[in-house]
C-alpha cells in the first residue's frame, strides 16, 4: 500500500527547533518529488518546501534560511529540520508525493497525489 | 510570489450543479490540481491537468481552464461533497507551489 507517514511534531518554544519525519511505504521517496505542505488553525494550505528526485530544495519564503527538507534513502524517509520556530508556524505539516502529472500544449500540471495524515507542531511559550 | 484566489465559501443544493473558480497568473502557464478536504482529514486530490481524476474520484467532478481562470465543476453534488476545495499551481517561478484559499462547499 502507498502511503506516507508522518511524525515528530508536538510543542516546542518559540525560538526553538523540531524534526519532522516522513516514512513513505510503496515508493521510494528518492525518486519522485517529496514536498511539506501546512495548514495553521482554521486556515488554508500552505505549501512550504519540496526536494527534487535530483536533490534540489526549494522553500517558501516565509521558512527559507530556517528550515530544511531532506531525505534518507536508505530509510525511504522525508524529513523537515525546522529551527528558529515563531508562533506562526504553528500548523498541521502534511508530507505529499508530486507523483501525478499532465503536459500538453498548453500547460502542465503536477499534483500532489499521495498526503500523509498530517503532525502537529504548536510553537508556545 | 503569485496568488491564487477562490471565493471563500459557495453552496449547491443537493443534486445540482456547482462550479468552484480559481483565477491566477501562474494559471496561464500552468492546470491547476484541485484538493477536497474534510475536517479532521488529510486532503485528497480530485482533479488535476485539463481535466483528469484520479482512480476512485466520481466522474461528477471534473475541471476546465480558461485563460488565468480555473474551474471545478460537481454535477449533481451530493452530500459527501461538502468540504472545502483547493487549487494549486505551481508558481510562475516554476520552482514553488502555491494554493488557493479555500472555498468551503455547503451542500444544501
Known amino acids: 500500500e502507498v502511503q506516507l507517514v508522518e511524525s515528530g511534531g508536538g510543542l516546542v518554544q518559540p525560538g526553538g527547533s523540531l524534526r519532522l519525519s516522513c516514512a513513505a511505504s510503496?515508493?521510494?521517496?528518492?525518486?519522485?518529488?517529496m514536498s511539506w505542505v501546512r495548514q495553521a488553525p482554521g486556515k488554508g494550505l500552505e505549501w512550504v518546501s519540496v526536494i527534487y528526485s535530483g536533490g534540489s530544495t526549494y522553500y517558501a519564503d516565509s521558512v527559507k534560511g530556517r528550515f530544511t527538507i531532506s531525505r534518507d534513502n536508505s530509510k525511504n524517509t522525508l524529513y523537515l529540520q525546522m529551527n528558529s520556530l515563531r508562533a506562526e508556524d504553528t500548523a498541521v505539516y502534511y508530507c505529499?508525493?508530486?507523483?501525478?502529472?499532465?503536459?500538453?500544449?498548453?500547460?502542465?500540471?503536477?499534483?500532489?497525489?499521495?498526503w500523509g495524515q498530517g503532525t502537529m507542531v504548536t510553537v508556545s511559550s | 510570489s503569485s496568488e491564487l484566489t477562490q471565493d471563500p465559501a459557495v453552496s449547491v443544493a443537493l443534486g445540482q450543479t456547482v462550479r468552484i473558480t480559481c483565477q491566477g497568473d501562474?494559471?496561464?502557464?500552468?492546470?491547476a490540481s484541485w484538493y477536497q478536504q474534510k475536517p479532521g482529514q488529510a486532503p485528497v486530490l480530485v482533479i488535476y491537468?485539463?481535466?483528469n481524476r484520479p482512480s476512485g474520484i466520481p466522474d461528477r467532478f471534473s475541471g476546465s481552464s480558461s485563460g488565468n481562470t480555473a474551474s471545478l465543476t460537481i454535477t449533481g453534488a451530493q452530500a459527501e461533497d461538502e468540504a472545502d476545495y483547493y487549487c494549486?499551481?505551481?508558481?510562475?517561478?516554476?520552482?514553488?507551489?502555491?494554493f488557493g484559499g479555500g472555498t468551503k462547499l455547503t451542500v444544501l
Open positions: 491537468g485539463k481535466n
Open positions: 505529499a508525493r508530486i507523483g501525478t502529472y499532465y503536459y500538453d500544449s498548453s500547460g502542465y500540471s503536477d499534483a500532489f497525489d499521495i
Open positions: 510503496g515508493f521510494t521517496v528518492s525518486s519522485n518529488y
Open positions: 501562474s494559471l496561464r502557464s500552468y492546470y
Open positions: 494549486n499551481s505551481r508558481d510562475s517561478s516554476g520552482n514553488s507551489w502555491v
